[in-house]
Nanobody, 122 residues
């Protein structure tokens, strides 16, 4: 079974940048597409970004396109989410996920991390 651990969340001010990390273990990292999702208070968990196994292609939610960048380092078994120009509306718990199939913009991923809190103050 694959284990995923997010880190890098915290409290920042509007306009700041933050980079989240997702460390994977228990499987062959390069065999999984990786995704990031977020869940704001009182709302459903929604898709943020995903990246192919090799890192060759990405998909972003319209709400974050141009602000967030997903990447991965297969040598370090780690995926990243670089978040720039943060706004209070980005406040949420951010989850990373791994999928043995295609990189997809839905919640149908095989494995999930515990999440890391990102809070953006105005």
């Amino acid at each position: 079974q694959v284990q995923l651990v997010e880190s890098g969340g915290g409290l920042v001010q509007a306009g700041d940048s933050l980079r989240l990390s997702c460390a994977a273990s228990g499987g062959t990292f390069r065999d999984y597409a990786m995704g990031w999702f977020r869940q704001a208070p009182g709302k459903e968990r929604v898709f943020v970004a995903t990246i192919t196994r090799s890192g060759s292609s990405t998909i972003y939610a319209d709400s974050v396109k141009g602000r967030f960048t997903i990447s991965r380092d297969n040598a370090k078994n780690t995926a990243y989410l670089q978040m720039n120009s943060l706004k209070p509306e980005h406040t949420a718990i951010y989850y990373c996920a791994a999928n043995s199939g295609s990189y997809i913009a839905t919640g149908s991923y095989d494995y999930w991390g515990q999440g890391t809190q990102v809070t953006v103050s105005s």
